[in-house]
């Protein structure tokens, strides 16, 4: 596509304009394996379960480590908005984060090579999905226009060639697929091992399951969007954290007029978790799917809500008003929707624009 040079996107790590978040209750030496991508990069580590223990980071990262104590001292009563031995804890890395990007990362991950036997450098993909837009309005049937060697197709507006800023690149899993546990169950020698070399824009009012594996997004645009949710310990329901971000997210950027982007880059899912402890975590999620994506494909925002933040702040209202007759638990996400926003303002508080004297733009 004219006008984006993807090489020099390529070449240009952003280094300081990304943190990579890990959630982790293992831990993190698949970092060794992926020192030639990820060294420049800042780390913040989110160690879940027991923080007494002492978890080895790999020689010569960057990182900032927090455990449990360290989420409780710093967001104090409102720490119980972080979920506790359950991945989504991996938001509150997204909330003291102050880059323009985030990239997430489980600790089972490792670097996978394309179909030439070249190892895949998922920053790089991820960031050109990023800074390349989005193209919510109309499907291109050659997929991502805006990569190398392709372009729109015939019939594609010239209205809409424009695209719209990207706001999520959803990357994908090859060995171990993101399934949930019935179908782990009855397919338990699976393994993803077809690479498919697209990227597409995810469709305005469509939505999709989002997985936290190999996860890239925008946090100045959608980052109050990206809450994982309350699950794990405490909570009748786990493994959900994700989808629950993905469809809160997806609705804000529709909403919000910004793209969301799926496929490369892939990277090499390692272990597959225990299908009968995943049933446990997850059956309720089960049921309630057939009512959350409902809702969340109904959901409309007012002209109101023009930032994430007041997004979430109305799909919060919607969730207690419409999901509670599902069950008494989303009384309690509603309210720690709520607490997270306000952590996220708290940690997060607008920049001040300034005027070309360098006084304080006033606010309208
Ligand atoms: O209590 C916990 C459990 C796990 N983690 C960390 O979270 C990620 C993902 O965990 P894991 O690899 O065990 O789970 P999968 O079933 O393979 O992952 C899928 O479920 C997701 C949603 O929960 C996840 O993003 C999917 O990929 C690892 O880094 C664990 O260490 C945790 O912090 N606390
Ligand atoms: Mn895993």
């Given at each position: 596509m004219a006008g984006y040079n993807l090489e020099a996107i390529e070449a240009a790590p952003?280094?300081?304009?990304?943190?990579?978040?890990?959630?982790?209750?293992?831990?993190?030496?698949?970092?060794?394996?992926?020192?030639?991508?990820?060294?420049?990069?800042?780390l913040i580590i989110v160690q879940d379960g027991d923080p007494s223990i002492k978890i080895r980071v790999p020689e010569g990262y960057d990182y900032e480590l927090y455990n449990r104590n360290d989420i409780n001292r710093i967001l104090g009563p409102r720490a119980n908005c972080i979920s506790y031995k359950d991945g989504g804890c991996r938001c509150f890395g997204f909330m003291v984060s102050k880059k323009k990007y985030i990239y997430t990362i489980d600790d089972d991950c490792f670097v996978a090579k394309d179909p030439s036997g070249k190892d895949i450098n998922v920053i790089a993909q991820h960031i050109k999905n990023l800074e390349t837009p989005s193209t919510p309005h109309y499907f291109n049937t050659l997929y991502d226009p805006f990569r190398d060697g392709t372009d729109f197709v015939?019939?594609?507006?010239?209205?809409?060639?424009?695209?719209?800023?990207?706001?999520i690149s959803h990357g994908l899993w090859l060995n171990i697929p993101d399934y949930d546990a019935p179908t782990q169950l009855v397919?338990?020698?699976?393994?993803?091992?077809?690479?498919?070399?697209?990227?597409?824009?995810i469709p305005k009012r469509v939505l999709y399951p989002m997985c936290g594996m190999n996860l890239a997004f925008n946090r100045e645009l959608v980052g109050p969007a990206m809450y994982f949710g309350l699950m794990g310990e405490g909570q009748p329901i786990s493994r959900y954290d994700d989808m629950w971000a993905g469809w809160a997210a997806k609705v804000v950027c529709d909403h919000l007029g910004f793209g969301v982007k799926t496929g490369l880059p892939y990277l090499w899912h390692s272990k597959a978790s225990n299908p009968f402890v995943n049933l446990k975590k997850e059956h309720k999620g089960l049921h309630w799917q057939e009512d959350?994506?409902?809702?969340?494909?109904?959901?409309?925002?007012?002209?109101?809500?023009?930032?994430?933040?007041?997004?979430?702040?109305?799909?919060?209202?919607?969730?207690?008003?419409?999901?509670?007759?599902?069950?008494?638990?989303?009384?309690?996400?509603?309210?720690?929707?709520?607490?997270?926003?306000?952590a996220w303002e708290e940690l997060n508080p607008p920049v001040k624009k300034k005027q070309s004297d360098g006084k304080d733009v006033k606010a309208k």
């Open positions: 952003l280094k300081d304009d990304l943190d990579i978040v890990i959630p982790t209750i293992r831990s993190l030496d698949f970092l060794e394996q992926w020192r030639p991508f990820l060294h420049h990069y800042h015939r019939g594609y507006p010239f209205s809409l060639r424009e695209g719209v800023q990207t706001a397919k338990p020698r699976e393994r993803n091992t077809r690479y498919v070399d697209a990227v597409m824009t959350m994506v409902p809702f969340f494909q109904n959901l409309r925002l007012s002209k109101e809500s023009d930032t994430a933040a007041k997004c979430y702040m109305e799909i919060s209202n919607m969730t207690k008003e419409k999901l509670t007759k599902v069950d008494p638990y989303f009384e309690k996400l509603a309210d720690a929707m709520v607490v997270w926003i306000e």
